[in-house]
Structure formats: C-alpha cells, structure tokens
C-alpha cells in the first residue's frame, strides 16, 4: 500500500508518494497526479507516514534546505535511467549541468537525448533534481514536459538563474 500527502507550494499543490521504502512518487501538475492515482490504486492520505518528506519540501521552498535525506524508493528501471537520476543527484544545489555533461559524467557522452529522456522519467523530481539539468549553451529546455516555467522557478529559487 501507498500513502501520500500534499503541500502547497510557490508551484501550486504538491503531492509526496510514499511505500515501505521511501518517497516513491511526487506530483508537481495535477497531470502527474492522475497518472500517479492511476498507477497506485490503494492510495490512502497519511500525513504523519509522509512528514519528513513533506518538511523536508517546505524547508527547500522556504530556503532552508540544499540536500534531502529521506530515503528514496526508485522504481525497478532500466540501468541506464539509473545511472542518470545517480548523476542528477551529484549536482550541487544553485548549480546547473548541461544534458551533455550528465552525459559524460556517466561514460556514454553521444547520449545526450536518452539523458534527456531519462530525466523526463524521474519519477522524484526535485528529491533528484533533474531541474538542474539545462540544454548546452544554458537555455531551459525540457522540464516536467513542456512545464520550463517549472523549472525556472526551482532554479531561481536556487540561486541559479537570474530574476
């Protein structure tokens, strides 16, 4: 069984999925909600199971937090998506990377598309910050789909992209 709790954010209501093992899911649209109520069927609201994590976000989006540590619940996936969310959480926080570089620092540097790829499967975002990962000459691209408005905001928040 799953549980989940949400918490209003800059970036409107978000929703924290949890399983025996750790934060599993988090919905930042209410697009990624429907698709997460669709793939757990069994989800029940459990404020106190989901507190850290939930604190742990209101610290971040208040600006008193740069690294999490609650325990994470990857989903069974490919090496290679693996490999990338891995990569995706060296990134300092208020810094950026470009998909190329991601690309290289996990040994395969043509993959810059399955990188991005990879980062639009990650089913934890900002827990693994794929906001952080911008096209080569800095430009925001791809972020929760087409939601670099998303992305922008968590970056600035951060520290990494100019008002």
Not at 88 to 112: D, F, H, K, T
Request: charge should be negative.
């Amino acid at each position: 069984m799953a549980v989940y709790d949400e918490l209003e954010t800059p970036l409107g209501t978000l929703r924290v999925v949890m399983d025996l093992v750790g934060v599993s899911r988090v919905a930042l649209t209410e697009e990624d909600w429907g698709e997460i109520q669709q793939e757990f069927h069994d989800l029940v609201r459990d404020p106190e199971s989901c507190r850290d994590a939930v604190r742990q976000l209101e610290e971040y989006f208040s600006g008193r937090r740069r690294a999490f540590d609650v325990a994470l619940s990857l989903p069974e996936d490919s090496p290679f998506r693996r490999r990338v969310w891995a990569a995706l959480r060296e990134i300092p926080y208020g810094q950026v990377r470009s998909y190329g570089e991601i690309a290289a620092a996990i040994g395969n540097p043509r993959a810059v598309r399955a990188v991005g790829q990879a980062n639009r499967a990650n089913p934890l975002p900002i827990f693994i910050p794929c906001h952080r990962v911008v096209g080569k000459k800095g430009d925001l691209v791809g972020y929760a789909g087409s939601r670099t408005d998303l992305k922008a905001h968590l970056l600035r928040l951060e520290g990494a992209l100019a008002e």
